[in-house]
Antibody
Framework: EVQLVESGGGLVQPGGSLRLSCAASGFTYRDYFMNWVRQTPGKGLEWVANINPDGSRTYHVDSVKGRFSISRDNAGNSLSLQMNSLRADDTAVYYC??????????WGRGIQVTVSS | QSALTQPASVSGSPGQSITISCTGTSSDVGTYNRVSWYQQHPDGAPKLLISEVTKRPSGVSNRFSGSKSGNTASLTISGLQAEDEADYYCFSCADTTSSWVFGGGTKVTVL
């Protein structure tokens, strides 16, 4: 069974940093694209970042470029999102999602990130 | 990037069919067969229903079907059931990541 479990969320002050992690199991992790997607009550779902199977190519939505960085550890079956210079509008539930055929076929339960002073 | 346009809400009676539209542009939905659909129940994670416009993953009910005409993709739910009451989102990804966008979501209510 495919499982994706996020961790590392919480409350952080504006301008602060946070690192999210996603532990993957139940599939051959190194064969898949992986993504971070976030959700806010006001803006709905937003794709945040994508990384190719060997980690050599990464893509980020314009609003987080230069602040967030996606990475992966194929030996440890994990995905990370380093978030720096956090802003109030980064407050959201962050999901780890497996990518296949231009879609997201498995999602974690999500983790809350709140940016507030 | 601009979000894809979905109706805010759609409702139907049990057993009926409903259709949710997802309108993009000729640069994304109109050109690429890369539209997917997701169902999300309250306090749950999104679940993939349809990929690449029409493909239904294993385990997804055949009451869900996808189609596309021009710049608009559609999700049809046949034989509406109470358990179908949820939020539904479309997603499209064109060749540039600035075009990797979700629709605003549609709340489906079963009357």
């Amino acid at each position: 069974e495919v499982q994706l479990v996020e961790s590392g969320g919480g409350l952080v002050q504006p301008g602060g940093s946070l690192r999210l992690s996603c532990a993957a199991s139940g599939f051959t992790y190194r064969d898949y694209f992986m993504n971070w997607v976030r959700q806010t009550p006001g803006k709905g779902l937003e794709w945040v970042a994508n990384i190719n199977p060997d980690g050599s190519r990464t893509y980020h939505v314009d609003s987080v470029k230069g602040r967030f960085s996606i990475s992966r550890d194929n030996a440890g079956n994990s995905l990370s999102l380093q978030m720096n210079s956090l802003r109030a509008d980064d407050t959201a539930v962050y999901y780890c999602a497996r990518g296949i055929s231009y879609s997201f076929d498995h999602w974690g339960r999500g983790i809350q990130v709140t940016v507030s002073s | 990037q601009s979000a894809l346009t979905q109706p805010a809400s759609v409702s139907g009676s049990p057993g009926q069919s409903i259709t949710i539209s997802c309108t993009g542009t000729s640069s994304d939905v109109g050109t690429y067969n890369r539209v997917s659909w997701y169902q999300q129940h309250p306090d749950g994670a999104p679940k993939l229903l349809i990929s690449e416009v029409t493909k239904r993953p294993s385990g997804v009910s055949n009451r869900f079907s996808g189609s596309k005409s021009g710049n608009t993709a559609s999700l049809t739910i046949s034989g509406l059931q109470a358990e179908d009451e949820a939020d539904y989102y479309c997603f499209s990804c064109a060749d540039t990541t600035s075009s990797w966008v979700f629709g605003g979501g549609t709340k489906v209510t079963v009357l």
